[in-house]
């Protein structure tokens, strides 16, 4: 069962891509990328049920299926939907039918690859996965082949490469260490790393997982090491900076989390969670400063990535039970809004045809609809009530305050109300202010499939904010437990 | 673990061998000129390709046979066949704007050398590997790995960031066969393929950038900020 489901899965969005180029025809490409979008969160929500009685190893033992892993995918997939069905209206309102086949190609082997990172049970491989999906992003985010968006593309790869290999460095040096106990020649599977942790060298083991947090940190976007991520969730199409942000960071986070649960059982989980709590606050400093003074409407999405993912790493420092669900809830939430935030901005792009804060003005009159669902999304993504990233927010501070991490409880809290004010502070701009000049007034119409997505996200969303449901509760409560995920 | 028990020849080879890619990487450090880079990059990539060999010889690993050989052919020739091809369709020869010299760029170098050294030093000693070559692997790895973003960070050119980040991989597969010769085959393959892709995709990158932003230096890139 878990098998089949776990083939359709990855099947899909691959066979999606090699129809997309072998087919070319733009109206063909959008209904394939749609259907393997729909295969793969139609299987994906099953799988998330099943992995509880896991974890399930397929394929020789290179792919397991794990209730942390599955979290993710299903986060993944529920972004690809509705970043498939947004493309259809963002895409033809840019009009390059002709290279659209392309676009769609990519978009699925980049949906492939981070499907498979999440899955994938050798930290080799995983870090193959996460390789591959920097590789086929870049082609997204160059897209549009204009300097901002090369320019975009190649700090992309360069920084996220570079990243990426002092991760390798981290991987060849657990291998190292993880020699000295199962002999020169094994299979370093995510379990018999963590095994033969408790008898590894563990000033070794901190030396390789520091170079995996800030190699895995870099495709997480942590600061300092997150310069990449505005540029490229700017100037990559609307629905690509949904899926960068929603769910290629996730899959790279999960990577920090499994090496996690190595270096607590290996004794060295204090430093490790020391220096993660760093990394996460810094981050929601960074992101605070840069968000209260943006003037660009998809960085201003993008930094507030950089903020979301700081606060995952600090539920994922402070541990615990209530700080490893807290982090887990908070990537579904973090996913399902800045899909919408960034389809609200992909929106607002096209019909204002800027991407300055300051030319789009009138947002809740030209758009009552579409305009009240982004700044529901707005108010949400603050980590506002009633939404989902209230609850998920509100339970990591509550483990940091339980798991003598006030100091960074404290600072979190109070960034957070900065980003609060700054964040809602443009869009206050945005639908309040007016502005004598007419081109500052948009034109154009959406189509609903550019206003249907936004729907998907933002109901779930405010569902998950007035009630957490038992069984989710329930799945990423096991989840922890199976990590180990407290100090 | 192979490098606390290995006879003083086999030490030696490994030593020397560890030591010439490392000059290697600060010949590339202290020169301007792309194509120096480039043999730099294919010399060290052959040293590699013997090192692998030696391992598999002393060792006992005859799979690294296979591994020199792909190494050698595929880091040693078909990826500096790429790169030359990227140089030969731009019009630079050499970096332009040094704003640190190739000499002082040497002596930091030589600084993230003796840090790693420390490090290294620090590890076999916990290890009870003190007196072995597996210091000197870990130094050469983690060197590597700075003098390659050194590259990365005082050079502009995209080639020479191109080949800085080839470095930061070829110092972890050298250590990495001496470290851990057993490390399964199938992922030194991947990662090797893995580099062919990456070398590729910075092929068509390099091409979109001269089309779209008229130069190939990082000094160019200040559009996006803040």
């Known amino acids: 069962m878990d098998a089949a489901l776990l083939s359709i899965v990855m099947a899909a969005p691959l066979a999606a891509a090699i129809l997309c180029a072998a087919v070319r025809a733009p109206r063909v490409c959008e209904a394939v990328n749609l259907i393997a979008a729909g295969l793969g969160f139609v299987c994906a929500v099953p799988l998330a049920v099943i992995s509880r009685n896991g974890p399930f190893f397929h394929w020789g033992g290179y792919v397991i299926l794990d209730m942390t892993g599955a979290w993710v995918l299903l986060c993944a997939a529920i972004v690809y939907l509705l970043a498939a069905i947004y493309s259809v209206g963002y895409m033809r309102m840019l009009g390059h039918d002709g290279k659209l086949w392309g676009y769609y190609a990519l978009f699925a082997g980049f949906a492939l690859t981070i499907f498979a990172s999440t899955v994938m049970n050798n930290a080799g491989l995983y870090w193959i996965a996460i390789e591959l999906t920097t590789l086929v992003s870049t082609f997204l985010v160059g897209f549009e082949r204009v300097a901002e968006s090369m320019e975009a593309a190649w700090k992309y790869i360069i920084i996220v490469s570079a990243g990426i290999s002092i991760a390798l460095l981290g991987t060849v040096l657990f291998y190292w260490a993880g020699s000295f106990v199962l002999g020169p020649t094994y299979d370093m599977t995510w379990s018999a790393l963590r095994d033969a942790a408790p008898r590894m060298n563990r000033e070794l083991v901190i030396l390789s997982f520091l170079l995996v947090l800030v190699g895995y940190g870099t495709k997480v976007g942590l600061a300092p090491m997150h310069t990449w991520l505005p540029d490229a969730h700017s100037e990559a199409p609307a629905p690509i900076s949904a899926m960068l942000s929603g769910a290629l960071l996730n899959g790279a986070m999960l990577g920090i989390i499994r090496y996690l649960e190595i270096a607590d059982t290996a004794g060295a989980g204090a430093l490790a969670r020391d220096v993660l709590a760093g990394f996460g606050m810094f981050s929601l400093l960074v992101g605070a400063l840069f968000i209260v003074r943006q003037t660009g409407i998809k960085r201003l999405m993008a930094y507030s990535s950089v903020e979301h993912m700081g606060v995952i790493a600090l539920g994922v420092a402070f541990g615990g039970i209530l700080g490893t669900v807290g982090a887990f809830y908070h990537m579904l939430n973090h996913s399902l809004n800045k899909s919408l935030m960034f389809f609200g901005a992909g929106n607002a792009m096209r019909v204002y045809g800027t991407k300055r804060i300051n030319r789009i003005r009138a947002v809740g009159e030209k758009f009552p609809v579409s305009g009240a669902l982004w700044l529901a999304g707005a108010v949400a993504i603050t980590g506002a009530p009633p939404f989902g990233l209230f609850l998920s927010e509100f339970v990591i501070l509550r483990a940091g305050f339980q798991q003598s991490f006030s100091w960074a409880a404290s600072a979190m809290l109070v960034l957070l109300i900065v980003i609060f004010i700054g964040f809602l502070n443009h869009f206050r701009a945005m639908y309040f202010e007016r502005d004598p000049r007419p081109d500052a007034i948009g034109t154009g119409v959406l189509s609903a499939w550019c206003v249907t997505p936004m729907w998907l996200a933002a109901m779930p969303l405010l569902l998950l904010g007035v009630w957490w449901p038992a069984p989710i509760w329930d799945h990423l409560v096991a989840a922890t437990r199976a990590i180990g995920g407290s100090p | ?226």
């Open chain 2, 1 to 226: 673990m192979l490098a606390a028990n290995l006879d003083p020849v086999a030490s030696s080879i490994f030593s020397m061998l560890a030591i010439v890619s490392l000059v290697l990487a600060f010949v590339m450090l202290g020169s301007r000129w792309l194509n120096n880079y480039l043999y730099a990059f294919a010399a060290e990539s052959w040293v590699i390709a013997a090192l692998s060999a030696a391992v598999g010889y002393y060792g006992g690993y005859p799979e690294l046979y296979l591994v020199a050989g792909l190494t050698g052919f595929f880091r040693g020739l078909f990826l500096p066949y790429l790169v030359w091809r990227i140089i030969r369709r731009l019009d630079v020869a050499r970096e332009i704007h040094v704003f640190v010299q190739p000499s002082s760029t040497l002596v930091l170098g030589a600084l993230c050398a003796v840090f790693t050294l420390t490090v290294a030093y620090r590890i076999g000693e916990s290890l009870g590997l003190a007196n072995t070559v597996a210091v000197l692997a870990l130094t050469v790895m983690l060197s590597m790995k700075l003098i390659g973003f050194l590259m990365l960070a005082v050079r502009h050119e995209a080639l020479s960031q191109i080949l800085g980040l080839l470095i930061l991989e070829n110092g972890i597969f050298l250590g990495a066969q001496i470290l851990v010769p057993g490390m399964p085959m199938l992922i030194e393959i991947v990662i090797l393929f893995d580099l062919l892709i990456v070398v590729a995709c910075f092929g068509v990158l390099v091409r979109y950038l001269v089309t779209h932003v008229g130069s190939t230096s990082s000094l160019k890139l200040k559009r996006l900020v803040g």
